[in-house]
């Protein structure tokens, strides 16, 4: 099976107000990664995290290795916050390799 | 921040022939990764490089595909010959030695005919 289930596969906010988006992972992970693929299809890097949480704006993420999750939270949904988020997962001694989930399409309504 | 910047960003090409997809990685970046990105679904890890070596491949790195960074210069996936199955999005990211995190050209779509 995926060793990186994202969900949900697809989320619809209306402008100002916020979700979270969850990754699980079927294997220890030392790191998660979480991009921003746009409509041009560029990914956009978020965050990195080893551990902990990390917070940028109106976007917050946290990482627990030792129950195998990633969190990633948006508040106050912007137009454009639209697109594909994906979380990307690196198992120990893999070389950097990431994981991907199938991603979250997220569209914020005006 | 830091940019991965990825020649052509289109290639259209008949089955059989030879494509070669070019990667501009960021300047002081040691690793270098090719993922593929079939529409509509998830990234899925090709290869990574290092120091003149593959360093680890996944199944989807078939023996038609090579990568190479000659002194310095771009780096490179070479598809010899393509298939139909090879149409996808092709995305270079590298990073640097001690840095976890992989920065993302902005891809190349393959159109196999």
């Known amino acids: 099976g995926d060793q990186v289930e994202q969900s949900p596969s697809a989320l619809s906010l209306h402008e100002g107000t916020g979700s979270a988006l969850r990754c699980n992972f079927t294997t220890t992970m030392r790191a998660v990664q979480w991009f921003q693929q746009n409509s041009r299809g560029s990914l956009i890097n978020l965050f990195y995290?080893?551990?902990g949480t990390k917070e940028n704006g109106r976007l917050k993420s946290t990482f627990n290795s030792k129950e195998s999750y990633s969190t990633l939270h948006i508040r106050d949904a912007q137009l454009e916050d639209s697109g594909t988020y994906f979380c990307?997962?690196?198992?120990?001694?893999?070389?950097?390799?990431?994981?991907f989930g199938k991603g979250t399409k997220l569209s914020v309504k005006s | 921040g830091p940019k991965v910047l990825q020649i052509p960003s289109h290639q259209i090409i008949d089955m059989g022939q030879m494509v070669t997809l070019n990667c501009d990685p960021v300047?002081?970046?040691?690793?270098f990764y090719w993922y593929k990105q079939i529409l509509g679904q998830q990234m899925e890890f090709l290869v990574n490089f290092y120091n003149g070596k593959v360093m680890e491949k996944s199944k989807l790195f078939k023996d038609q595909f090579s990568v190479e960074r000659p002194d310095g210069s771009y780096f490179t996936l070479k598809i010899q010959p393509t298939a139909l199955e090879d149409s996808a999005v092709y995305f270079c990211a590298s990073s640097s030695p001690g840095a976890e995190t992989l920065y993302f050209g902005s891809g190349t779509r393959l159109t196999v005919l």
């Open positions: 990307a997962a690196e198992a120990g001694g893999s070389n950097a390799k990431l994981t």
């Open positions: 995290l080893a551990s």
């Open positions: 300047s002081n970046h040691l690793y």
